[in-house]
């Protein structure tokens, strides 16, 4: 994106790149601009749920913007859309492999109840509320990024033909889009309602519609291991309302099930949702090297099949001794 500012926008374009590059996440002094981005990474769940819920994103971006008229622009998402698949590969198998093995350790030890976190948690396995804890934090950030639910930009760039939407053209309209509506979440009188909004300017709630749909079929391989070792627990995606920074829930404190809360009931409950302090450290004790060929940690299973199809044993990096 950098070269395509210095190569096509003359000084603006220039002076835009150099910000660009002048955040960096997580900085204090030019953090990024959104909080998906800035979110710690402290250990390989936290990196796997990055690559599975916020690098969908830039797939569901990357594949609008590649809509766009600007030639440059359309070629350039293109080529990255290959990147980001990868991406979302690394998250899908990771939390897979993350799931198998808290659930074989836990058939082997007898373990009926997944929600028994510290029994769970002595076999030296990430628990399954813990991995749905994650899995809401890493949602409502990664749903920020979609911006807002009605937006004038977003009918602009569509108008203008800079931006399309997801799969643009295997969508079934006149794609302009001058007397559709669409329908948009939004809360209306303290409650949760659907309201029709021209389809122009709710192009950022489709968009978002989409990435939902799309993470749903992933988080159906992680409920098909549990289903298959025989356990009565299901992960899934909170509610677009809950713990949103962005749009038309940032005022708004709701639950995964989509329950509107005080501040004092939010403020006793979130512990219940969201990872704690406790949540993380465990996790921390839990990223030890293993180095040996063939030997995985105990917390992820191995792979069905390595890298170009390698054996499980195969030494892909010689450390010295």
Known sequence: MVYLLHRYFGRDGREEADELLRRQSG??????????????????????????????????????????????????????????????????????????????????????????VERVRALGVIDLPTIQ???NLHFALSLDLFGSEVSTN????FSSGLKGRYQETKIDDDHQL?????????????????????ALTALNMRLRDDYVEDCERGIQRWNK?????????????????????????????????????????????????????????FIATLMQPEARPGQFARWIAPPRVGIDNRPGDFEYVKIAS
């Open 133 to 135: 804890k994650k899995m």
């Open 27 to 116: 900085s204090e002094d030019a953090p990024r601009m959104l909080g998906a981005f800035n979110e710690a990474t402290p250990d390989w769940l936290s990196f796997f749920m990055f690559t599975f819920f916020t690098d969908r994103d830039g797939k569901m971006q990357l594949e609008s913007l590649a809509q766009s008229g600007f030639d440059p622009l359309s070629r350039t998402c293109r080529f990255m859309l290959t990147e980001e698949a990868h991406h979302m590969f690394v998250g899908t198998t990771g939390i897979s492999r993350v799931v198998q093995a808290t659930c074989d350790a836990m058939k082997a030890a007898g373990i009926d109840d997944p929600t028994q």
């Open 178 to 198: 001058k007397d559709s509506t669409y329908p948009v979440l939004k809360l209306v009188d303290g409650q949760v309602r659907l309201v029709h909004e021209p």
């Open 225 to 281: 291991i549990i289903q298959e070792s025989g356990f009565d627990l299901q992960l899934g995606l909170p509610h677009v309302a809950f713990y949103r920074q962005i749009g038309e829930f940032r005022d708004a404190q709701a639950s995964p099930d989509g329950e509107l809360l005080d501040a004092a009931t939010w403020a006793r409950r979130r512990h219940e949702w969201l990872p704690t302090e406790e949540d993380g450290e």
């Open 154 to 157: 977003a009918a602009n760039f």
